[in-house]
Nanobody, 121 residues
Framework: QVQLVESGGGLVQPGGSLILSCAAS????????MGWYRQAPGKERELVAA???????NYADSVKGRFTISGDNAKNTVYLQMNSLKAEDTAVYYC???????????????WGQGTLVTVSS
């Protein structure tokens, strides 16, 4: 029905930068919001950043000033620019989207498969 494809994870040294991207495709009528969550080993999944179709953003306190979320509504794509990365940012990052789907026009939530970000020297 709807697919979210993430890219951009990998290994980076402390203080480095990475850009994650997530493209949504399929039976999409409109996008309500997209965002990124992360889950570190032994921890619960947590919100990192989110952006609405209108451009409003929300960040976890731990990433404010270091991460920037942006979106391209025409491409149904969201980006996460991560700067000044720390070891504690190491996690699997998941894309999340709240989408109005075609045919039923219901708002449904979808998840990507996850991309691993490892911050280590």
């Amino acid at each position: 029905q709807v697919q979210l494809v993430e890219s951009g994870g990998g290994l980076v040294q402390p203080g480095g930068s990475l850009i994650l991207s997530c493209a949504a495709s399929g039976s999409i009528s409109s996008m309500n919001a997209m965002g990124w969550y992360r889950q570190a080993p032994g921890k619960e999944r947590e919100l990192v950043a989110a952006i609405t179709s209108g451009g409003s953003t929300n960040y976890a306190d731990s990433v404010k000033g270091r991460f920037t979320i942006s979106g391209d509504n025409a491409k149904n794509t969201v980006y996460l620019q991560m700067n000044s990365l720390k070891a504690e940012d190491t996690a699997v990052y998941y894309c999340n989207a709240n989408i109005v789907v075609l045919r039923t026009l219901r708002s449904l939530e979808f998840w990507g498969q996850g991309t691993l970000v490892t911050v280590s020297s």
